[in-house]
């Protein structure tokens, strides 16, 4: 056949070369003497010397060798038995086993030694080894028998292994219904995100099953190769805790509404919470709202208007310079316009579209387009993204981690970021701090007062009073304060040495974190100076470090 551009070539296929095989020695001890069995290589490999001989011989205490005949085998490598050396059977060997536990007492493992001309190691031998050092439980026959027949010398295997105790587990709630909204915003066909349509209330009818428990379970004992039992603890037995408008069933086990409405979970307390509808704005028409239960504002909450409920506060409208306190969650469908005024404090998690210029507390916060210039503390999570995720100027600090798309901004706008503390325990220090101020300002006010009463000046309104009596109840207030304030500083001291111990914690950007930004992981600094892209922050052997996000 003729081909438009020439002859084809035809194409050679290249054989591998095998892989290289080094000779090997092999000493075979049988009734009429002493053989060695000498294989030649392969594909390159390294012939066997004449010292590997020798080690292989001196091995199994083999003596009066025929070294000429050694250097025979070598040299030929027939891979055929070639006499070296005579039987002595009063030299020969059998072989041994080593069992050794572990300080757990929770694994043994086996040893195999070949014989030197005797018998080999029996699958006797090794159960008599292993009784021999206690070895009762968890042995592997199968292991055992397998390694006896393959003549697997000089490995070690785990033979036995002990069985570990498993605790038993607590009583479970299952609860049935959703415990948090979804949070997911509906994408619609163009591919924008509709942030008003989050079907965020949860609620159930009257009679709904709310909750049912699963028992707990008892522990099951371990027990040591060497037989003996390891304890485990049985689970702790739980009851459900209901409050207002749930009825528990008469074993205990389950739980059901009694009206309709919205449950609730807070502080593991179950309740069905009715909720406080407002069709419009919270403003000079419904004055300030304190409710025993959820509430649900449809409109918008107006500068200088306080609304609190203990249970959740659901509002669909802006939040203005105003106030809202809930003892669970808040959710604005819109966000806050703050004009640094408003404050905003929810016993369980905040969620928003927006925050400008507020203060949030809570145990999470979440927020979608932006947080500007906002002052955000969360006991565990600060998370600004969903839609723009920019988190920018202000102070932001959670106890274990703040993520957002864009931290800072390019015209590199003072932020600060604080992770990796205890929110419970700087609430406390600041209590601390104020009690220790008004206890100093007494205790300066009551020196003041001694210092009169000693140049013989006292105020108007202690003239009448006895001057030895008014002394003394004085010095005595004295030297109470002073304790106080004793008492208060040791207790903030233990508390700011508490802060400063804490580390964990971490600050992530998915897209950029801009120069400006100032964070704070535990007591280390770090001051972003040039910009970083997707990347995270946090502490790495004492210093906080750029890692990937």
């Known amino acids: 056949m003729w081909w438009p551009f020439g002859r084809k070539k035809e194409e050679k296929q290249i054989e591998k070369p095998p892989a290289p095989v080094d000779g090997k020695v092999k000493v075979q001890i049988k009734d009429d003497g002493i053989f060695l069995v000498v294989t030649p290589p392969s594909g390159g490999g390294f012939a066997a010397s004449t010292a590997e001989a020798c080690r292989a011989l001196d091995e199994k205490g083999i003596v009066d060798v025929d070294m000429e005949a050694v250097r025979e085998a070598i040299k030929e490598a027939k891979g055929t038995p070639v006499l070296v050396a005579p039987r002595r059977p009063e030299l020969d060997r059998p072989g041994r086993v080593e069992i050794v536990v572990a300080e757990d007492e929770m694994s043994a493992q086996m040893e195999l030694f070949p014989p030197q001309g005797g018998k080999k190691v029996t699958f006797e031998d090794v159960k008599a080894a292993l009784a021999e050092k206690g070895v009762v439980h968890g042995i592997d026959e199968d292991l055992i028998a397998s390694a006896i027949e393959e003549e697997r010398y000089y490995e070690k295997f785990t033979v036995a292994k002990g ?7 607590d009583t479970k709630i299952n609860y049935h219904f959703p415990l948090e909204p979804a949070k997911k915003p509906t994408k619609l066909i163009n591919g924008s995100v509709d942030y008003r349509n989050l079907d965020l209330l949860i609620s159930v009818e009257a009679g709904a099953l709310l909750a049912s428990l699963e028992p707990a379970t008892a522990g099951k004992p371990g027990r040591t190769v060497l037989g003996k039992t390891l304890p485990a603890k049985d689970g702790r037995d739980l009851q459900l805790k209901i409050g207002k408008n749930v009825e528990l069933s008469m074993d205990g086990l389950s739980a059901r509404a009694k009206v309709s409405g919205q449950p609730s979970v807070i502080q593991g307390r179950l309740d069905v919470l ?13 004055g300030n709202i304190k409710f025993n239960g959820d509430i649900v504002v449809q409109g918008m909450v107006r500068d200088g208007f306080t609304v609190e409920a203990t249970g959740n506060v659901q509002i669909y409208g802006t939040v203005e310079g105003a106030t809202v306190k809930a003892g669970g969650n808040v959710i604005l469908l819109g966000g806050v316009q703050g004009q640094g005024k408003a404050k905003i404090e929810a016993g369980e998690n905040f969620s928003a579209r927006f925050a400008d210029k507020a203060y949030i507390k809570a145990q999470n916060i979440t927020i979608s387009e932006a947080a500007m210039h906002c002052q955000l503390e969360a006991v565990s999570k600060i998370v600004v993204e969903g839609g723009r995720g920019w988190l920018v100027g202000g102070k932001a600090s959670a106890g274990e981690e703040i993520r957002a798309r864009i931290i800072g901004s390019k015209l590199g706008t003072s932020t600060e970021l604080e992770v990796g503390f205890s929110l419970q325990a700087r609430d ?9 101020q008004e206890a100093t300002q007494k205790q ?3 020196l003041k007062t001694i210092e009169l009463l000693d140049r013989g000046r006292l105020p108007r309104h202690l003239e009448r009073e006895d001057k030895a009596s008014l002394y003394a109840k004085l010095r005595k207030t004295e030297e109470e304060q002073l304790l106080e304030i004793r008492k208060l500083e040791e207790k903030k001291h233990q508390l700011e040495l508490g802060l400063q111990q804490q580390k964990h914690g971490v600050v992530r950007a998915s897209q950029i974190i801009h120069p400006g930004v100032r964070v704070t992981i535990g007591r280390m600094a770090y001051l972003v100076r040039d910009e970083i892209s997707h990347a ?7 210093a906080i470090g750029v890692k990937p996000y």
């Open 536 to 542: 995270s922050l946090q502490l790495d052997d004492d």
């Open 274 to 286: 009715p909720v406080y509808y407002v069709p419009g704005d919270v403003d000079y028409s419904t």
């Open 428 to 436: 406390e220090l600041k209590e601390i701090q104020r009690k220790l």
């Open 444 to 446: 300066t006010d009551i």
């Open 163 to 169: 069985t570990p105790p498993v605790d038993g587990e």
